[in-house]
């Protein structure tokens, strides 16, 4: 059990599948910051200065001046805001993957067209060659 376990772990599937989590996790920090810090910004200008990230509803109908006080409260909240900004991180996310995943298939395109294109080594002679220059030499004895 102990070898099957290894072997599925060295299986290279398993290790690009574990440095793409590793990575994904480092790049979600990426987008995070992208999305707070300069996009959402952006929508304020154009939305007259709200951010919309703070928007919220609380359900117990009792106005609260933030999400985190509402919160606290303990009073039952839709985070409209929240979920907004999480799905610009998908969106924002999903493109960049998309692009990603565009640009690694045309370097497999190009080295696979290359590899069409490099001509082939010349080979020794065929057996039928040698055949008949063996019959060639031959009928010359």
Known sequence: MIKEFRDFIAKGNVMDMAVGIIIGAAFT??????????INPII?????????????YALDG???ASI?????AGAP???????IMAVIN???????????????NRIKDAAARKEAAAPEAPKGPTEL??????RDSLKRE
């Open 77 to 83: 909240v839709f985070a409209i805001g929240q979920f």
């Open 29 to 38: 920090a990426i987008v995070t910051s992208l999305v707070g810090d300069i």
């Open 62 to 64: 009792n106005d609260y």
């Open 90 to 104: 998908f969106l924002i996310v999903a493109f960049v993957v998309f692009i990603l995943v565009k640009m690694v």
């Open 129 to 134: 060659e040698v055949l008949l220059e063996i």
């Open 68 to 72: 985190k006080a509402a919160q606290d």
């Open 44 to 56: 304020a200008l154009f939305t007259g200065g709200i951010d919309f990230s703070g928007w919220f």
